[in-house]
């Protein structure tokens, strides 16, 4: 029969209390056992003396003939100094489970979203602020500049092509004037024209 020292829990809910018992090490953790050999109270301050209470002869005794003790009774023993308990190292110790893993995960996942978002808006901002001024609206002003221009070289044609070839500075001047605002090009008089009012006028007065 293999034997264990081991706990065996009693007391209340939320209010534990554990045997230290030598029990078959096949018996049910709180079922019947060989012999009590102490308590363990962990409602109890860690400095105080009856947190452990241990019967240390008949703890030897059953380490002499073979009991396995449990890691938690095994602590218990190696502060009595009865029986060293060997280090451990856990590789795994403070590692995060699976869950916390997924859920770090996916907060990275987030936060990365997050960021290229922010990167992507910005580089918008940055297009809208660098672009040029509207298209139509620069076609518009070069479409009405152009067609000033033409306007101005059709009112100059027509002024040529209507004035004779004796009309003075100021007959043009009134004609490119008359065309610029919409009106029909009036002929200038030409220069007989004018003497012959001249002298209509002259023969007006002589009668």
Known sequence: MAVAIRLSRGGAKKRPYYRIVVADSRAARDGKYLEQIGTYNPLLAKDDANRVKLDEDRAKY?????????????????????MERPARNNPQKGEPGENAKERAEEKAAKLAEAEEAAKSAEEETAAEADAPADSDTTENDATGSVKTEETAEAVADAVEEETPADATDEDKTAMAEQAAEGGPVEEAPAEDAKEDAGEDAADDKAE
């Open 62 to 82: 059953w380490l002499g003939v073979g009991a396995t003790p449990s890691d938690r009774v095994l602590r218990f023993l190696d502060a009595a100094g009865i």
